[in-house]
């Protein structure tokens, strides 16, 4: 697998305030990650960094092997998705609309939609199963149903990486499971190369392949899940004595002591 | 896997059927108002055929072709144009109330020919849009430069227009005192005259206006994306700031294109796209079309009623601006009541930066603003130009001079307190540092009740004039306590009832001064705040009342500090939130009230003294408020002794001066926010 991002000497501050220190990381394709941290810990502003939300105050990154600065905007959005942390309200949008949106990238201002964007929009909200809600107002949705609009429409976009800033938080259990388990799947499926941030540290050790953990502004672990979920490093990522049992192959359970 | 819902709609939603009915219905009602006084003297036919001939041996068929057939086609034509150009506006700003008017664009658009009139008519004559375009540009730019570091959420961007709309007003005014003679007719231009004498102005716009729909509709796809939110569209590719820009940069060309002709025609852009959004516009596309029908038909409609009015009148020229006005209010009161959350506009960034200068001790800030307001007393007393030149006078003097400048230095000075702390009050209150009395609408209608009074003719005496504008100032507040007793007094749907005051109030003034006379200048002179009409009694009076309601702030200073960390924690803390507001918005408009009619009800004192207390440190409500009183206090001191002095021997209104003044300093202000 070839690196599909690579951050080298990564510095990020605001003002006064330093919130990533020399971050040096590789993404690699066809990977699902998760970023793990206490609040404050800059993850999400690592996943502004990567989507191109935020620029580094120095240091690079560079995507697919040419550096960020100099890719255009819809061709970044060709290859890079990402779902912002509180999806802003859509205004009576219908969900299928709101799909559409996802080809612009592809599209332009002017471009017309053909038979291909339809069948990949169709595409994209059956795998999320909203058929039944396509006519639906995005705005009428529930919790879990609006962060599955948001995430068909970064399907429709067919870029070959989402980076989803949060994308539980707000849910109930069974949805956060849900929507988890979509994403697995989806990046399965079409290959993709996912970075998300998580809180739950159980669930990304249960649905990533990666997990990687900042502590103010620092990179302090990064490995498989079966390296990351052991009680010293979790301890020292969290700043908080934890244990963790290993339930089953794949499957652990952290608790703090 | 999905949880399953029990009904579904199975096919896309379609255009409910009240949106092209109420647009037939618009449209018909329209052209029959407007042709039903000519159909006595033409047949339909050839009333319809007056749109491209006309037969040269009737009169009533000439007439027709060249007076009713271009008003009607450029009515239409610039509703159009001004609807779909409001229905844009509000897509790139995600903002219901957003539209050229509430921008300030077309205010901008007519301080642009302002100035042109005045310095360079040679402008004018070679292209009149070029000034517009500038002005129209330049309260643009001023809008976003003040709401750039704010986040643009909806309510900040309205005020943020109204200021500039205030200020470029105030600066309009300001022209028209000092160089009358030249701007008189601009006036009755300016108010948006639609009257036609042939097709050469209609001509000449039409491709102007189907050029700049075109180049709209081109930008449809990427305004599409800004309903996403500024991360959302830019992570799928759109270049957001420039969307913007361009988009901003049509509606400017659009709106000043328009003013520079026919003048301001306020609302229409405001009032098509609330309506076609009322009536179930949802897709931008349908917004865009119907708001663009909807535009057409409220103007020919304000338009009619605009040439009714003028007919059945005394004769004097009602502006159409005036009638579109009168629509314009009503639309904002329903938009207010539909739009209810506003909290959650689409495109809406989360956080506004706030802003928190460093405190410092109110113990040394109180000193030095008392001190230079004692030193602006004592300069205001005894030093003056006169016959000879400027000279002191003596202190032992000061007994006959009190009496000339006496009143109105204390009148003014109250005047100041009390903005002061009413300005503190609405902006803690609102939690939003462009609340302002002046805002709320609260002067606004006591300037209305004046208004009302001149244009019926009345003569009456200067406390009648007090009590009634008392008495307008107490029914808007009446009237806003009313439309906010459903938002439990929140703030932000308080400021935009304000707004639709504010409309009304613009409406009257409109008809006054295109109807010109006397009643205009004396009108003028008290909207701006002329310190001269006060007598001893009462500044005496005023200053009483000050110090009553002073005191009864006392109690409110912690409610105050609880209400901003919103209802639910208030409620929780034990603040019965209600009644806390309905508290504090009756002293609000109190102190209002006794300011506006010594000052006018556009100085922006209430708005930048409480601002200028949190500059200086004082971040507690307690020490804002003393800051701030004193603070307002001194500017309007300053205001009115320059008001003095500036043109000597003739004078300024003071509060015309606080407002020019105010305005730049909250200009500079607020653009410097959270660098």
């Known amino acids: 697998m070839s690196a599909f991002f690579e951050v080298s000497s990564l510095d990020v501050s605001i003002g006064e305030a330093s919130i990533l220190r020399k971050i040096n990381l590789e993404f690699r394709e066809g990977e699902v990650t998760a970023l793990l941290g206490h609040n404050g810990s800059g993850k999400s502003t690592l996943l502004k960094v990567l989507a191109r939300q935020m620029s580094p105050s120095s240091g690079d990154v560079s995507l697919l092997g040419s550096s960020f600065r100099t890719t255009g905007a819809r061709e970044f959005a060709r290859t890079v998705g990402y779902l912002p942390q509180h999806p802003p309200g859509t205004d009576g949008l219908t969900v299928r609309e709101l799909v559409a949106l996802g080809r612009y990238p592809w599209r332009g201002p002017l471009g017309r939609y053909n038979d291909e964007d339809h069948r990949l929009i169709d595409q994209a909200i059956a795998d999320t199963g909203l058929d039944h809600f396509q006519h639906r107002s995005v705005d009428t949705l529930s919790g879990g149903e609006r962060q599955r609009a948001w995430i068909a429409m970064l399907l429709a976009q067919q870029t070959r990486c989402l980076l989803l800033d949060e994308p539980i938080s707000a849910l109930d259990v069974k949805h956060q499971v849900e929507t988890l388990r979509l994403v697995h799947r989806l990046a399965e499926e079409r290959e993709l190369t996912v970075i998300v941030v998580l809180h739950d540290v159980d669930l990304a050790a249960r649905f990533c392949d990666r997990l990687v953990a900042l502590k103010t502004g620092q990179l302090i672990a990064d490995g498989s899940p079966r390296e990351i979920m052991d009680s010293g490093i979790l301890e020292t990522i969290y700043g908080v004595p934890m244990g963790v049992m290993e339930r089953a192959p794949g499957q652990w359970v952290s608790y703090v002591h | ?675």
């Open chain 2, 1 to 675: 896997m999905y949880a399953e819902s029990a009904s579904l709609p199975a096919a896309r939603p379609a255009i409910p059927a009240k949106l092209p009915v109420a647009a037939i219905v618009l449209w018909f009602g329209a052209l029959i108002a407007s042709s039903a006084p000519w159909l006595g003297e033409l047949d339909a036919g050839a009333l319809v055929s007056a749109f491209w001939t006309f037969d040269p041996e009737n009169y009533s068929s000439v007439l027709a072709h060249y007076s009713w057939a271009p008003r009607v086609s450029i009515a239409i034509l610039i509703g159009c144009g001004l609807g779909l150009a409001g229905a844009v506006t509000q897509q790139i700003l995600g903002n219901p109330l957003a539209s050229p008017t509430t921008l300030g664009v077309e205010a901008g658009g007519q301080f642009g020919i302002t100035v042109a009139t005045l310095f360079a008519p040679g402008l004018l004559a070679f292209s009149p849009d070029l000034a517009a375009i500038g002005g129209g540009l330049l309260a643009i730019g001023m809008v976003i430069a003040l709401t750039w570091r704010l986040g643009f959420s909806p309510v900040t961007v309205i005020l943020a227009g109204l200021v500039i709309t205030f200020f470029l007003g105030a600066m309009n005014m300001a022209f028209l005192l000092l160089k009358g003679e030249w701007l008189g007719n601009l006036f009755i231009w300016g108010a948006g005259s639609l009257v036609q004498n042939n097709w050469e102005p209609f001509m000449e716009l039409w491709p102007r206006v189907l050029v700049l729909a075109l180049l709209m509709l081109l930008l449809m796809r990427p305004l599409q994306l800004l309903q996403l939110g500024q991360t959302s569209a830019s992570a799928l590719g759109a270049r957001v700031g420039l969307i913007r820009a361009l988009a901003l940069l049509l509606v400017v060309l659009m709106t000043a294109t328009v003013v520079s002709r026919v003048g301001v025609v306020a609302f229409v852009g405001l009032a098509a796209p609330v309506l076609a959004k009322l009536l179930g516009a949802r897709t931008l596309g349908n917004k865009l079309l119907w708001s663009t029908l909807m535009g057409g038909g409220l103007l020919l409609l304000a338009d009619t009623l605009a040439h009714w009015a003028s007919t059945w009148g005394d004769g004097s020229l009602v502006p159409t601006g005036t009638t579109t006005a009168l629509i314009g209010g009503p639309v904002i009161l329903l938009a207010l009541q539909s739009f209810r959350n506003t909290h959650h506009m689409p495109g809406q960034e989360s956080s506004p930066a706030g802003f928190l200068p460093k405190r410092r001790s109110p113990v040394l800030i109180t000193g030095v603003i008392s001190a230079l307001l004692l030193i602006t007393v004592i300069v205001s007393m005894g030093w003056a130009p006169g016959l000879e030149g400027w000279n002191w006078m003596a202190i032992t003097q000061w007994d006959d001079a009190w009496a000339w400048r006496g009143p109105r230095l204390l009148a003014a000075m109250l005047a100041g307190v009390a903005l002061g702390l009413a300005g503190t009050l609405i902006q803690r209150m609102t939690g939003n540092p462009m609340g302002s009395p002046e805002m709320l609408g609260i002067s606004g209608g006591a300037a209305l009740v004046m208004v009302l009074i001149v244009l019926s003719g009345a003569e009456i005496s200067r406390i009648g004039q007090l009590g009634a504008a008392t008495l307008g100032a107490a029914g808007a507040l009446g009237l806003l306590i009313l439309l906010a007793r459903k938002h439990r007094f929140a703030g932000n749907q308080l400021l935009l009832g304000g707004l639709a005051l504010y409309v009304f109030m613009d409406a009257g003034l409109r008809l006054v001064m295109a109807s010109g006379g006397t009643v205009a200048s004396q009108l003028l002179n008290w909207m701006y705040g002329s310190t001269w009409l006060i007598s001893e009694s009462e500044a005496f009076g005023l200053l009483g009342f000050i110090v009553l309601i002073s005191s009864l702030l006392l109690l409110i200073v912690r409610p105050l500090t609880i209400l901003p960390l919103g209802d639910t924690a208030a409620a929780s803390l034990g603040l019965s939130v209600s009644r806390a507001r309905l508290l504090l918005l009756f002293l609000a408009a109190v102190l209002t009230a006794s300011a506006t009619v010594v000052i006018g009800p556009l100085s922006f004192v209430g708005l930048i003294a409480p601002h200028l207390a949190r500059v200086l440190g004082q971040q507690t409500v307690g020490r804002q408020m003393i800051v701030a009183a004193l603070a307002g206090g001194l500017l309007l001191a300053v205001a009115d002794y320059l008001s003095r002095i500036v043109v000597f021997p003739n004078q300024l209104p003071a509060g015309l001066l606080a407002a020019l003044v105010g305005g730049v300093y909250f200009l500079w202000g607020l653009s410097r926010h959270g660098r």
